[in-house]
Structures are given as structure tokens and as C-alpha cells.
């Protein structure tokens, strides 16, 4: 149901019946590594390529979920998936090995929520009655696509973000049982923010408009204060992104607690590993919060979270033609059913 | 949107991010590289020595051989993982040198070994070295020519 100019209320309250994080070696290593389902040692995962590797991460993401709901693929009625490579293959291959009927999404970076959104929308409005959702990256496979190869010995600049080895996924259903139960309440859809920075080494600094933007529309449209919140989470705006956002919601009055605001980006790698300014990649928001953030929800530390997850919707082309990066940002809300 | 014609509200945008925005430590980046390249071009050095003393090489003649053994050592680096790290610290002090040369060449034959020999490897091999090897040769046509011609005109 619409309110306000551009968010979602979900007055049958979709429950999120299970998620399921996968990550990859440097994820393993990071702060959230006891939060993840499926850990790989090893980037290539068995397979023959990074893009097939790629693939793996989103099925068995998606499978995973599936099997925690205690549910099976043909019980899904749709599926929403999305990466970063070019034409999103990844997913689309998933999607023909899953064998559910399947939407493509490209939000890049906000992927995750995007996803998330369309299908609490679908189950909410009677379109679905199981639903499974997911993102997916993979470092080696994003970095060849979008920068240098992986063995080059450039010098990456402080600005510069780690793209996440992993996938994430949950499946949501119309149960009706929601006691206790994790739910999607509401969802804003942001729209393409393009404040003219065009360094692709710095994705933090030119998204973080679009999350204000999103935020401040969420709010607005909800008539919410954001001490609703337990927890304002961010996709992947990292170390330059996150105060910048802060900033940007301070001055126009939105009053939130730096405490009770997070950046996936930040919370998934320790301190001491080489990432720069943090992680970043469609696989970033959706294994920290399809992995850690539920899971926190499940064990009672939050009631009510807001997940913001933005996307720099940039092309290799786009940045050497010397364009500007526009930014999107999509949130969505999820609270404990009482 | 070209980045070329900002809105006064991009423009205050940008303001406000560049407080925030981590610069890249440049006097750091520099002495690094200072060290590493020199470094480099020392054991560079070294294998000249190593070519001119035991194998009769001369000092002119010695030049060929030192840079394929660095490309080689590079292309090891490269190989097991170690260049990028070492070019993450060094910045231009690893990137300079014809080691850099070399990992920019094997770096790229590797990542697209998975499309084959063909069109990935062979396709791929010089798409940053490319660059480097047009430019530097029509660089030195151009010396070349400004050479040649003050040599016509007397005037070295």
C-alpha cells in the first residue's frame, strides 16, 4: 500500500521465514565470519572461473535459505536476484539451475533491498505466497569487470572499497503465524541521486546522497522519528560515505544517534584487514544482513531495524567516458512480529 | 552530466564530502616508492654485474638479459600473489621499473585465462600495457626526430 510520495506499507506483515549468508576466504576472516552458513577457502570454489564461482555463491545462498525454511525450490513462486557483473549472468544462472520463475534486478549495490522491497510488495498484495530473494558478489569477478586485473600491482587510494566475496538470501511467505516471527513493515524506493563525482575510488563519498535522500523520504513518507529504529543500517558507503550521510541528515534536521547508525560496509572486515576504506559489493548488504543483522534480530538485540543499501550505478564505460556516478538507495523496514 | 558543468548544488555537495574524504598520504606514498623502486633497480644492478662478470657480457650488451630476468622475477611475484601487495605499499616505486611493465602484461594474461587462449590471454595480454607500448614508442619517434633534425641543422 503507498503512502506518502514513495514508500510501501505492508499491512499483512510477510514473514521472513529464513536467510541464509555464503562468503568467501577474506570474509572468513572478517568480524561477522560466525554469522555466515557457507564459508569458501578459496575464491575459485571449485570451479573454473571467478564468474562460475560467482554463480555458486547465490545458489547456495538461495538453496540454503530454502532448506532452513524447511521448504523445497519447487515451493518458491518466485525468485529476485541480481549482481554486478555485466547482464547479471550470475544470478541468471542461478536461476536456471533453481528452476524458479525468476526476476532479474540490477540496482548494484542496493540490489539486496531492492529485491527485498518487490517481494514483501508481491506477498503483501497476494502475488506470492513463498518468495525467495538474494544478493551476490564476487571480488575476483567484480574487479576484473569494473577495475584492474586482480594480480596488478596499482596502488589503490584511501577512498578506495573492498568488494565483498558473498551472497545472501531469505524467502519470504504470507504465513500467517507471525508470532515472534521477523517481518518486512515497510519500504521507500529511492531515486537516482547524481551529485557530480565521477572517482569510481570513491563510491562512498558519491552515495552517500542517494542514502540521505532515501532516509529522509522514509521518514517523511512514514511520519516516523528515527528513534523508531533500533538500527539505521547502510549498504556499503564505508569509511568517507557514512559520516558524509550523517552530515547531510544532520543539516536537514533529521536527528539520528551515531550509535544506532551502521554501514554494512564497515561492520563485515576487522580492523586490521587491507580494505581501505571498508567492503562494498551487491553481496556486502545481503550477507550482513541476510547473516549477522537477522540473526541479532532472531537472538532479540534489535526489534526494529531500517536497511538502506546503495548503489553506484556505474559502467566501466561510463567512468572512461568520463561521466558522473549516478546513486540510488532503497530501504526497507523489518521488525520483530509481537 | 558531464562532471564539467556542476550545479551550485553539486558544488556545495562536494565541499562538504571533501571534509570527509581520506587523502592519499603523498610524502609517505613517495618515500615508499623511493625506497622500493630504488631497491628494485639495485638488484637490477646487481644482475648486470652478476651478467658482465661470470657470463662475458659487456655493459652495453647486459641490458637485455637483466630485464628479462627482472620481467621473470616479476612475473613469479605476479604469479603467486605478491606483486599487487608489494604495489599496494609501493605505489610508483613498483609500478616504474619494467617489473611493473611486466605484471601489468602477466597480471592481465592471467585474469583471462578462464576465456581461453585466444581471446582471453591473447586478447588481453597488453590492455595496460598496451597503452605503454604505443606511447613510448611514438615518444621516442618523436625524440628521435627532434634529435635527427637539430643534427641536420648543426646545432648538436
Given at each position: ?148 586485473p586482480?594480480e596488478y600491482g596499482s596502488q ?183 | ?28 606514498n613517495c618515500v615508499k616508492a623511493f625506497f622500493v623502486g630504488g631497491t628494485i633497480c639495485l638488484i637490477g644492478q646487481a644482475i648486470t654485474y652478476f651478467y658482465i662478470y661470470f657470463f662475458h657480457f659487456t655493459e652495453q650488451t647486459a641490458g637485455n638479459p637483466t630485464v628479462a630476468t627482472m620481467i621473470f622475477i616479476a612475473m613469479l611475484l605476479t604469479g603467486f600473489g605478491v606483486y599487487d601487495r608489494i604495489g599496494q605499499f609501493a605505489g610508483a616505486g613498483s609500478a616504474v621499473p619494467i617489473t611493473g611493465f611486466g605484471n601489468s602484461v602477466i597480471s592481465a594474461a592471467i ?10 590471454v591473447?586478447?588481453?595480454m597488453f590492455k595496460l600495457a598496451g597503452s605503454v607500448i604505443l606511447f613510448g614508442v611514438f615518444s621516442a619517434f618523436v625524440v628521435a626526430l627532434i634529435k635527427t633534425l637539430l643534427q641536420?641543422?648543426?646545432v648538436i
Amino acid at each position: 500500500m503507498l503512502k506518502g510520495k514513495q514508500s510501501w506499507v505492508f499491512p499483512t506483515k510477510p514473514v521472513i521465514e529464513s536467510s541464509s549468508a555464503v562468503g568467501g576466504p577474506y570474509e572468513a576472516k572478517g568480524k561477522l565470519a560466525s554469522d555466515f552458513d557457507i564459508l569458501h577457502d578459496d575464491l575459485w570454489m571449485g570451479k573454473d572461473s571467478y564468474e562460475k564461482a560467482h554463480t555458486l555463491l547465490i545458489e547456495e545462498a538461495i538453496e540454503t535459505a530454502i532448506q532452513k525454511a524447511e521448504l523445497t525450490k519447487e515451493d518458491m513462486n518466485f525468485m529476485f536476484a541480481g549482481d554486478l557483473v555485466n547482464q547479471i549472468t550470475p544470478s541468471s544462472f542461478a536461476a536456471r539451475t533453481l528452476a524458479i520463475p525468476y526476476f532479474g534486478l540490477f540496482g548494484a549495490c542496493s540490489t539486496s533491498m531492492e529485491g527485498l522491497a518487490l517481494a514483501s510488495f508481491l506477498v503483501d498484495k497476494q502475488g506470492a505466497k513463498k518468495v525467495v530473494t538474494g544478493a551476490s558478489s564476487h571480488n575476483a569477478a567484480i574487479e576484473k569487470q569494473f577495475r584492474y586485473p586482480t594480480e596488478y600491482g596499482s596502488q589503490k587510494p584511501p577512498t578506495a572499497q573492498w568488494t565483498v566475496t558473498g551472497a545472501g538470501a531469505a524467502v519470504l511467505s504470507d504465513n500467517a503465524d507471525k508470532a515472534g516471527k521477523l517481518v518486512t513493515t515497510s519500504a521507500t524506493i529511492g531515486k537516482v541521486m547524481d551529485m557530480g563525482l565521477s572517482d569510481p575510488f570513491n563510491m562512498g563519498g558519491a552515495m552517500a546522497p542517494a542514502a540521505a535522500e532515501t532516509i529522509i523520504a522514509h521518514f517523511k513518507d512514514m511520519q516516523l522519528d528515527p528513534s523508531y529504529y533500533d538500527l539505521i543500517v547502510t549498504g556499503d558507503l564505508a569509511k568517507i560515505g557514512q559520516p558524509v550521510t550523517l552530515d547531510l541528515l544532520h543539516k536537514e534536521g533529521l536527528k539520528i544517534d551515531s550509535q544506532k547508525f551502521k554501514d554494512c560496509g564497515l561492520m563485515i572486515y576487522q580492523e586490521n584487514q587491507e580494505v581501505q576504506a571498508g567492503g562494498s559489493g551487491a553481496g556486502c548488504s545481503a550477507a550482513v544482513l541476510y547473516g549477522h543483522l537477522l540473526n541479532e534480530m532472531r537472538k532479540g538485540t534489535y526489534q526494529r531495524i531500517l536497511l538502506v543499501a546503495t548503489g553506484a550505478l556505474l559502467s566501466p564505460l561510463s567512468f572512461q567516458q568520463k561521466e558522473s556516478i549516478p546513486c540510488i538507495a532503497h530501504a526497507v523496514s523489518i521488525e520483530v512480529h509481537p | 552530466m558531464a562532471s564539467k558543468n556542476k550545479s551550485p548544488e553539486q558544488k556545495q555537495y562536494e565541499k562538504l564530502e571533501q571534509k570527509h574524504e581520506l587523502k592519499r598520504p603523498v610524502l609517505q606514498n613517495c618515500v615508499k616508492a623511493f625506497f622500493v623502486g630504488g631497491t628494485i633497480c639495485l638488484i637490477g644492478q646487481a644482475i648486470t654485474y652478476f651478467y658482465i662478470y661470470f657470463f662475458h657480457f659487456t655493459e652495453q650488451t647486459a641490458g637485455n638479459p637483466t630485464v628479462a630476468t627482472m620481467i621473470f622475477i616479476a612475473m613469479l611475484l605476479t604469479g603467486f600473489g605478491v606483486y599487487d601487495r608489494i604495489g599496494q605499499f609501493a605505489g610508483a616505486g613498483s609500478a616504474v621499473p619494467i617489473t611493473g611493465f611486466g605484471n601489468s602484461v602477466i597480471s592481465a594474461a592471467i585474469e583471462h585465462r578462464t576465456e581461453g587462449f585466444v581471446l582471453g590471454v591473447g586478447g588481453n595480454m597488453f590492455k595496460l600495457a598496451g597503452s605503454v607500448i604505443l606511447f613510448g614508442v611514438f615518444s621516442a619517434f618523436v625524440v628521435a626526430l627532434i634529435k635527427t633534425l637539430l643534427q641536420i641543422w648543426g646545432v648538436i
